[in-house]
C-alpha cells in the first residue's frame, strides 16, 4: 500500500512539474513574439531613416570638425 502511496505523490509532483512548465514555455513564447514584433518595427525605422537621408542632400561626407563655430 506504501508503493502505491508514493507513486501517487510522484505522480502528482510530476504533473505539477508539467502544468509549470507547460505555463513558462506559454509566458516565453508570447515574450518571444513581441519581442519579434518590436525587432520588425525598429527594422521599418530604420528603413524609413535610411530613405529619409537618402533624399536629403547626398554631399561629400563632412567631418563635424570642419564645422567648428566661427569664434574658433
Known amino acids: 500500500m ?8 510522484r505522480l502528482t509532483a510530476l504533473e505539477i512539474k508539467a502544468s509549470f512548465s507547460e ?9 518571444l513574439a513581441r519581442q519579434q514584433q518590436q525587432i ?3 527594422a521599418a525605422q530604420i528603413a524609413l531613416l ?3 537621408a537618402a533624399g536629403q ?16
Open 57 to 72: 542632400d547626398a554631399g561629400p561626407f563632412r567631418s563635424l570638425r570642419d564645422e567648428l563655430p566661427p569664434h574658433y
Open 23 to 31: 505555463d513558462l514555455l506559454d509566458s516565453l513564447n508570447a515574450l
Open 40 to 42: 520588425e518595427q525598429m
Open 50 to 52: 535610411r530613405q529619409q
Open 2 to 9: 506504501d508503493s502505491a502511496h508514493d507513486t501517487d505523490r
